[in-house]
């Protein structure tokens, strides 16, 4: 491919659009391939682009433009997809917007959530024979991590989406970790066959009968971050239970061991000696060391970064989206779902 | 109350039938009301409790009583519902009838979870007007603890089934640890009224007009073991993933731990001198520790203890059932249910 072109939505995410503008510029560096579209408020992006430059940081000026729009989608959007359709001249939508028309080749937001995946669903729009798209999160459990998929986009799942799901999240597995027939496993409350509610009794039967995918069968949720397969799948609620009870747990022990400190002075003394193991622990839970997270099934690559991304996530976001363009998923999942 | 009699399947539980004998010992010598019941191999039993004699150990022998059963019900039953019914003669399936006849006021049973919630449906019955019986679960967050309900009953509920699950263990969360409105929250992907699935959705109008529950509104994952509601209702596949992410989480972390420790001297004697704090974790996170868990709903105080309970946790659930029986829960249960 002789080069692509990513959106950056600047005004997204906790810390944008400083750290947005500054993983660019590291995103521009690694990558001669890409040319990065920043959306947002010309004035803001301009001032922090002069402030890098006064600080001696160079880049390719030919491979970066700044597309100006008033508007933000903020993080607590009551109806974060109202304001996608609202807020037409936000630096999310515009940036939908032109990968909908193919002026750019994928976007990365680190902003709110739904509006993002309302943004790639309503304005870029789904592959043709894609039912729903579904948003996949990479979980620390090696290299490669394993892919949950869905974590947002859709709550009450028919089977038919978790099977597309998997068919989809399983071209994405093979071209971004190069695995041939990634592990694909359905999240469900027991390991044996007809374990589990009407739908993942469903999607088990679907999930077995068909040829593409490598299905090994049921996972419960106690195997997960153990690596048990590359790909989990499941419906977004229970995604998202998933996923904020890891969050709720870790933040519970790491409650307890303060408490235990305090209690106690050679305990003390032991966390201190040890706190390198838990910064790396932390790390590996911490959602933005990840990069970010694509919402398959849409036209483009979209990739959404974790909300409080720095200017490395965000970097990171920006390969990531990079490789997907540059590998074709779009193209082998219109081929897989049409088949 | 005079007194009342509780069976316990003596055959059930991974530590059975030894720790159960040992637990029944225990709870006989802490409760001068209790009558026992011990369902299961008459030889066996007998011997352990010679053992026990020949060791001083002594009790009210007029308080437990042996009744003889053949068969047992494994912990790996293909079909546990199946197994209860199939095998009329274990020691679960005949505690269950002597409940339902009336013979015991209630039973604790370690043996297989299916079995169990199966032995309180179909062989003693639900009370009155309850759709569906169901099961709760103590999590360590702080003293009372925050129970969790549904855990393990109820695969594709209904809402009508979710209000009744937070009558009946409002009810017993108020007699079981004296707080007069217990705080019900909605186990949900956002704080947001009109958050989550169909399900969720309506649950949370019908709880909000119900005058009976003290309803908080919707609680997401990450804020359950933080302590921000009393109880928390969920269907039973949503319980079941969290409870066991919890689990896995926290054994990932300790994986990380030692996986760390064996990186760094200084780790590994941070880590002996943190011995303490991380053992009282382990145990804060440990079910057993907890006693046992009631499944509400049906006609008998019907307390799961956890499958490897040692002697204390048997004696903890014995005396949890025996709590259940003496507050007279079934009793409020019914009338709440009717009103």
């Known amino acids: 491919m002789a080069g692509y072109t990513i959106v950056l939505d600047a005004m997204g995410g906790d810390n944008a659009p400083r750290c947005n503008v500054e993983g660019a510029i590291l995103a521009l560096g690694q990558d001669k391939?890409?040319?990065?579209?920043?959306?947002?408020?010309?004035?803001?992006?301009?001032?922090?682009?002069?402030?890098?430059?006064?600080?001696?940081?160079?880049?390719?000026?030919n491979r970066l433009a700044i597309v100006h729009t008033e508007e933000v989608i903020?993080?607590?959007?009551?109806?974060?997809?109202?304001?996608?359709?609202?807020?037409r001249n936000s630096s999310l939508s515009v940036g939908c917007q032109m990968v909908r028309s193919g002026e750019a080749d994928g976007m990365v937001s680190a902003g709110n959530t739904g509006a993002v995946l309302s943004g790639g669903t309503l304005l870029i729009g789904r592959i043709k024979g894609v039912q729903?798209?579904?948003l996949t999160l990479p979980?620390?459990?090696?290299?490669?991590?394993?892919?949950?998929?869905?974590?947002?986009?859709?709550?009450?799942?028919?089977?038919s989406y978790l099977v597309q799901f998997a068919r989809m999240?399983?071209?994405?597995?093979?071209?971004?970790?190069g695995v041939e027939k990634p592990r694909v496993a359905l999240l469900n409350v027991g390991v044996e066959e007809g374990k589990g509610t009407e739908l993942t009794k469903e999607v088990y039967d679907l999930l077995k009968a068909d040829e593409a995918i490598n299905f090994i069968g049921n996972i419960e949720a106690r195997e997960v971050l153990m690596g048990a397969s590359d790909i989990v799948v499941c419906d977004a609620f229970a995604g998202n239970v998933f996923l904020k009870t890891v969050e709720g747990t870790a933040k519970f022990i790491m409650?307890?061991?303060?408490?235990?400190?305090?209690?106690?002075?050679?305990?003390?003394?032991?966390?201190?000696?040890?706190?390198?193991?838990?910064?790396?622990?932390?790390?590996?839970?911490?959602?933005?060391?990840?990069?970010?997270?694509?919402?398959?099934?849409?036209?483009?690559?979209?990739?959404?970064?974790?909300?409080?991304?720095?200017?490395?996530?965000?970097?990171?976001?920006?390969?990531?989206?990079?490789m997907f363009i540059s590998t074709g998923v779009n193209d082998k999942i219109a081929e897989s779902i049409r088949g």
Chains 1, 2 share one sequence.
């Open 169 to 177: 999240s399983t071209i994405y597995f093979r071209e971004l970790y």
């Open 255 to 322: 409650n307890q061991l303060k408490a235990g400190i305090k209690d106690s002075f050679k305990a003390k003394i032991g966390a201190l000696l040890m706190k390198k193991t838990l910064k790396g622990l932390k790390n590996s839970l911490d959602p933005s060391s990840v990069g970010g997270t694509p919402l398959l099934g849409v036209k483009g690559a979209l990739i959404k970064a974790h909300g409080n991304s720095d200017a490395i996530a965000i970097m990171n976001a920006i390969r990531q989206c990079a």
């Open 74 to 87: 903020e993080n607590e959007e009551h109806s974060p997809a109202e304001a996608v359709r609202a807020k």
């Open 139 to 159: 979980l620390p459990t090696g290299n490669p991590p394993t892919v949950m998929v869905d974590v947002g986009a859709n709550m009450d799942a028919k089977a």
């Open 33 to 61: 391939d890409l040319k990065l579209v920043l959306t947002g408020k010309q004035d803001q992006l301009n001032k922090l682009l002069d402030e890098c430059r006064s600080q001696g940081q160079t880049w390719d000026e």
């Open 132 to 134: 729903r798209p579904a």
